[in-house]
Structure formats: structure tokens, C-alpha cells
């Protein structure tokens, strides 16, 4: 789920200024036709999609992938394909990071630290000056917060259920992979666990297990 002139002269006759027309207009003549005429090529397609306008403000808040171990990859939201993952890629909303078997990751936001363990799916959903918002589709996570910004959201969504961190600390959240249940494992801090008719607070120590898209049951434990 690490950061990133040409000029010419004067006092020609006007032979020269001809000569220099027409050389142009020959050189233009065979240019090759663009590609964005007709039938683009993928590549060509994806970047006119996700064209923006030159005016149009970066992302204020953006995390980084500060540690990348084994086959770890990334899908750009604009690209529909998963690339090897370098450390301190950029990401934000819409990117997607796996990690492949014996894979970890690390995802660093600010105050915020996300470790993936193997085989885990994970979203930046959202990412703004306001909310630090991931989605989990399987795999296992360790949400680290170091300190909570009182104008900040960080919230983490499974198929089941949506966590979020109420008091700085670790929590962990385990997702299978066909996304019937959710683990929500506390070592340090506080979360609010929200789903469709369920609403709890898990504290340091306790575990909390949700099964299905419409959570009415659940497991609380303590550690």
C-alpha cells in the first residue's frame, strides 16, 4: 500500500527566412502520425485517461513504501497492472500494493506505519490532509501509530468491517482470503470496530473476530 532552456538569432535575408520556411514545412511533413489519431496504443490510452489539467494541486498528504522485502508489487491507480515495487514509492490514493509469498512490506504515512506480512492485498483508498484511509482485501497487517493528529482520521476497511484507531498504538488485522472473517488483535491502543449493525471498542489486550459481510455475530476475547 519512501519521495519525488533553448534559443537562436538574428538579421537574416529574406533568402534565408525562405529557405528556413521551407525546410520546416518538409521536416513537418514527415513527422509521423500520432499515435493519439485513430486507434491509440494502450500506453497512449492509459495516459489520456488520467490526464489532469496543468493547475490542478498534488495529493497534501502522501505515504511511502519504506520497506520492501521479497516480490513486492504495485498497481498505480491509473494503471491497471501490477509492476515490481521499489522503496520510497510515492502512493496515494487508488494505489495497491501485494506481497507475494516470504514477501513483507512497509507502508509509512506520517506518524502512521503499516507492515504487511505475505500474501496481503492492500489500498490506499484515501489520503488527505484529513483522513488516512486503507483497505484490506486478505492478508495480515500491523497498524502502527505513533501519535494520533486530532484533525486526522486513520481507518482501515476489510470486507467486513471498518477499523478505527481511537488511541495511539499496534493493532493487528487479519482478513482470509475469500474475506468470510476479520481478526482484530490489540496490543497497544484503542479501535472502534464498525459494521453493518455492530459497533465496539477493542482495548489493549482484547481480540475481536468478525464473520461475514453483514457482521451480526462476533467473538470477543481477551489476550
Known sequence: MDRRGWIGGAFMSSAMVAALVLLAMTAKAQQPVDASQGNPSPVQADVDATQTPAT?????????LSVAQGNVSVEPASVNQFSPAEVNYPLTTGDRLWTDYSALAEVEAGQLAIQMAQTTDLTVTAMTDTLAQFGLGQGSVHLRTYALDPEMTTELDTPNVAVTVLAAGDVRVDVDPNGDWTVVTV?????????????????????????????????????
Open 56 to 64: 490542478a494541486d498534488p495529493p497534501l498528504q502522501v505515504a511511502r
Open 187 to 223: 496490543f497497544g491502543g484503542v479501535v472502534q470496530v464498525d459494521g453493518n449493525g455492530l459497533q465496539q471498542t477493542v482495548g489493549e489486550g482484547q481480540a475481536l473476530r468478525v464473520s461475514g459481510t453483514n457482521p451480526r455475530s462476533e467473538e470477543h476475547t481477551s489476550e
